[in-house]
Structure formats: C-alpha cells, structure tokens
C-alpha cells in the first residue's frame, strides 16, 4: 500500500476552482465564520467583475477555503480576502488558494501583489512570508474595529 494515502479519504481531496453561483449561500457563511463581515453582494461583485482570480477550495463538496483577487492596475495584482474555514486551517488550504492565484496573477503579466493583513494575525503573516511577501509598510487604525495592517508586497 502506498504509504500516500494511509488514512487518506478520497472525499478529503482538494480541489482550487473557480467561484461559482451554487457557492453563494457557503461562501456568505464562510465569510462570516472567518469574521469578514463583508457585505454579500461584495461576493457578486467579485463574481461578477473578476471570475478569474475568484477562487473557492473544495474538500468533499463543501468549500473550505476561498480569496478575491483583482488585478488593480495592468502592472499590479491584490489580495483583498482570504479565507479558510476554522476546522480546515493549518493544513494547506490556504497555500494552495494563494499559489493558484499568483499563478494566475503571473498569467495575466502582473508583475506585483499587494495585501494586507491584520497585524495581530500572525499565522497569516507566517504564510505571506513564506510564500515569498515582503512588509511593504504598516497602517494604524486600518480596519474598521481600529486594528492596525501590515501591507505585504510580493514580486512576479
């Protein structure tokens, strides 16, 4: 037996996607779950304006995980949500949602992405690191609850 799939459940399998309408009412609940409070029509809008850098993660039909991306200028991609569900962090979701979408971003002729990221959020951080962002700089009282950013940019 291949010591791969030891214990492994072929439902367990993730799958990175496009957003689709049938993921509306998971997305909206996954949103709410990772504390966005974003509007739902934000997640239309995203559909709507940019469906390729929408990405959903799919383990065993539900979504897991998803990030909105935009391309803000012809030269320049953004990150404005990433989102993992509590029961499916820590184990790589996220990574692939961010590696996909930087491929896609490197496919449109992006040639930088820009995020942010709480700046008590420190497992986010550990990710941006690792997958090759820099602090670009730091914004005091950005988020509406007066938590400050850390503004992370990375180099295609």
Not at 49 to 56: A, C, G, Q, R, S
Not at 57 to 63: K, Q
Request: contains cysteine.
């Amino acid at each position: 037996m291949n010591s791969m799939n030891v214990g492994r459940n072929p439902e367990d399998s993730l799958t990175i996607r496009r957003f689709e309408p049938r993921d509306f009412s998971e997305a909206v609940e996954l949103d709410a779950e990772a504390g966005g409070g974003h509007d739902p029509y934000l997640l239309t809008y995203f559909f709507e304006n940019y469906p390729t850098t929408f990405l959903v993660a799919e383990i065993g039909g539900r979504i897991a995980g998803m990030v909105l991306g935009f391309r803000q200028s012809p030269l320049e991609g953004r990150i404005f949500w990433l989102a993992v569900r509590s029961g499916r962090q820590g184990r790589g979701v996220g990574r692939r949602l961010m590696t996909e979408l930087l491929e896609i971003f490197r496919r449109l002729a992006v040639m930088s992405v820009i995020l942010e990221v709480r700046a008590t959020n420190k497992r986010a951080q550990r990710l941006y690191l690792d997958l090759g962002f820099e602090i670009f700089t730091t914004c005091k009282n950005y988020y509406p609850d007066g938590e400050g950013a850390i503004i992370m940019r990375r180099s295609l």
